[in-house]
């Protein structure tokens, strides 16, 4: 049961550096979501995608850009890195409402 | 106004006791439902229990129960029977029924002691 796979774990970068976080879902699920999470924050949603072609924006969407590859795969992508952007980024996914997100490991982020 | 609140940044609790931890939320729909995650120090994301809005009961799933209380919109988690594998945090979110979005409250570091 793979579930929800995020690549790479763990990813330091430079200042200015570019990026992309990877997700892919094996469960069919139709929406999927990106989060940042920061000690006291919570998690926060970077962006989210409802259906296979379609993205929006959450809270915290500057400085990122996503792609709902096709109904498996949502990338997140950092064009030039910024040390405000060091956080653990977790990908999830759900069927449909009222169901509880499935989540992947996370990816620990550190730019430098 | 912060969607989920969750005022307990850190709770203790004897090993075997119950403990509550606290949600309050935030929404003019009428049909959401309310989640609680546990995040242990390993980091992964593990989903505990589920209460939809139009639930006449308050769910229960083994040790964990929710005791909602709509009329004051909290949905405060309750863990029986402490355990140490308990320790860990845990979060409160919401998802509203016209929008496709989770709203994460900031979470309350549960610690049991033996």
């Known amino acids: 049961n793979a579930g929800v796979t995020q690549t790479p774990k763990f990813q330091v970068l430079k200042t200015g550096q570019s990026m992309t976080l990877q997700c892919a879902q094996d469960?069919?699920?139709?929406?999927m979501y990106w989060y940042r999470q920061d000690p006291g924050m919570g998690l926060r949603l970077i962006y989210y995608s409802a259906s296979e072609g379609t993205t929006d924006k959450g809270e915290v969407p500057n400085g990122y850009n996503v792609s709902r590859l096709n109904k498996r795969e949502f990338s997140l992508r950092l064009e030039s890195a910024a040390p405000s952007q060091t956080s653990v980024y977790f990908c999830?996914?759900?069927?449909?409402?009222?169901?509880?997100?499935?989540f992947g490991d996370g990816t620990r982020l550190s730019i430098l | 106004a912060q969607k989920i609140t969750q005022t307990q940044p850190g709770m203790f609790v004897q090993e075997k006791e119950a403990v509550t931890l606290d949600c309050t939320y935030d929404t003019s729909d009428q049909s959401y439902g309310l989640f609680w995650y546990k995040q242990p120090s390993s980091g992964e994301m593990i989903f505990l229990i589920y209460q939809g809005s139009y639930d006449e009961q308050n769910a229960t799933e083994g040790r964990y129960s929710l005791n909602f209380q709509k009329a004051r919109k909290s949905a405060n988690l309750v863990i029986s029977a402490s355990q140490l594998g308990d320790s860990a945090m845990y979060f409160c979110?919401?998802?509203?029924?016209?929008?496709?979005?989770?709203?994460f409250g900031t979470g309350t570091s549960l610690t049991v002691i033996p």
């Open positions: 469960m069919n699920h139709n929406s």
């Open positions: 979110a919401m998802r509203e029924r016209t929008g496709n979005q989770f709203y």
């Open positions: 999830a996914s759900i069927r449909r409402a009222n169901q509880p997100q499935h």
